[in-house]
């Protein structure tokens, strides 16, 4: 375990559903990432939020909704997705920027669009 | 802008040899280096890290990386490649301005017996 817990590990969902990914840390960090990661593709850099604002958002579509209620849990919600979101979905976190001790990133979700 | 090159999309060695990982950076200021692995299915892992201090650097599982500014460059390498050690192999760089991490495209190492 690495310290970044994300649920569920699997999901799989139809076009028009709505589920949510969640992803907790209790490392008292302050900064908080959603990476999209597709096969053959590089790591996608979604959404940042640190001391729970919002500090990026790389043109991410609005079927994509994220949330920061607290420096602990972020989620990422879902709605109407299309076959190609499918991906694995990872959160990561990091004190600061992140220079002195890098990210601290969660298993990931697999996520299937069906 | 930042940016982190892996040239190499896949790189095989047979179990055993030395293995070599390339990655070159661009960030402003002093730079912040990384190397992380993932394995099927699981996020990325520490590997090691370069702030400052020895250009060589010692990281898990028997890697290291060697920083080297005139070259901007910071390639990760084992004397020894094992068959475990297959996986996908990201570059991360940070400049002292106070930017995010910036991920290379990764780099698949495929080690056969």
């Known amino acids: 375990e690495t310290g970044v817990t994300q649920t569920p590990r699997h999901l799989v969902m139809g076009m028009t559903n709505k589920k949510s990914l969640k992803c907790e840390q209790h490392?008292?960090?302050?900064?908080m990432y959603w990476y999209k990661q597709s096969a053959k593709k590089p790591l996608e850099l979604m959404f940042v939020?640190?001391?729970?604002?919002?500090?990026e958002n790389n043109s991410v579509p609005s079927r994509f909704s994220p949330e920061c209620p607290n420096s602990s849990h972020l989620f990422l919600h879902l709605h109407t997705l299309q076959p190609e979101d499918s991906a694995l979905y990872l959160c990561?976190?990091?004190?600061?920027?992140?220079?002195?001790?890098?990210?601290?990133f969660g298993s990931g979700t697999r996520l299937t669009v069906v | 802008a930042q940016s982190v090159a892996q040239p190499e999309d896949q790189v095989n060695v047979a179990e055993g040899n030395p293995l070599t990982v390339k990655c070159t950076y661009s960030?402003?200021?002093?730079?912040?280096l990384f190397w992380y692995v993932q394995y099927p299915n699981r996020g990325l892992q520490f590997l090691l890290k370069y702030i400052t201090g020895d250009n060589l650097v010692k990281g898990s599982y028997g890697f290291e990386a060697e920083f080297n500014k005139s070259q901007t460059s910071f390639h990760l390498k084992k004397p020894s490649a094992l068959v475990s050690d297959s996986a996908l192999y990201f570059c991360a760089a940070t400049g002292n301005a106070g930017n995010m991490l910036t991920f290379g495209g990764g780099t698949r190492l495929m080690v056969k017996p």
């Open positions: 960030v402003s200021g002093n730079p912040y």
């Open positions: 490392l008292g960090h302050n900064a």
């Open positions: 990561a976190s990091s004190q600061g920027q992140g220079h002195n001790y890098g990210y601290t």
């Open positions: 939020y640190s001391l729970e604002e919002r500090v």
